[in-house]
């Protein structure tokens, strides 16, 4: 289990019962959108807001603690910023993979912008598709 308090001063923020809820419940599963994410709080903290989660899910975003997954005509979902990887995105159920990033796929990236002359910081790769779950389930 990941040590939240040390994960949230490293970047700068408080370690608030709000933040620590959100970490845990987004630590459980990996990916949740923010609907998702205040039905889940809510049932340990009922007095907390939707703007408070949406407040502090923003927050954590900025300072690097959380990561935004884009999911194409769904609900952004949010993750638990860690190493650089790949989603696997499905536009079907909305699921989301992590799949770690190869040597060769970190090298092809930084080789694109080294040419580029783009001073790259971060990588993140979306694949989107369909998941083999709802592959099977058309195909029944």
Do not use: W
Not at 6 to 27: N, P
Not at 83 to 94: A, E, Q
Not at 107 to 126: G, M, Q, R, Y
């Amino acid at each position: 289990m990941m040590n939240y308090i040390s994960m949230l001063k490293e970047h700068g923020l408080k370690a608030t019962f709000q933040r620590m809820h959100i970490l845990e419940v987004i630590g459980e599963c990996g990916h949740k959108d923010i609907d998702e994410i205040y039905a889940e709080v809510i049932k340990i903290h009922p007095s907390l807001s939707l703007a408070t989660i949406y407040k502090n899910i923003i927050i954590m975003s900025q300072s690097g603690v959380l990561s935004e997954v884009p999911v194409v005509g769904k609900k952004s979902k949010y993750e638990i910023a860690k190493s650089d990887h790949i989603h696997l995105i499905c536009t079907h159920c909305g699921n989301i993979e992590d799949k770690h990033a190869s040597v060769d796929n970190e090298n092809l990236l930084d080789k694109l912008a080294a040419s580029e002359h783009f001073d790259l910081d971060k990588k993140e790769i979306n694949l989107y598709g369909v998941c083999s779950h709802c592959q099977n389930i058309k195909v029944s």
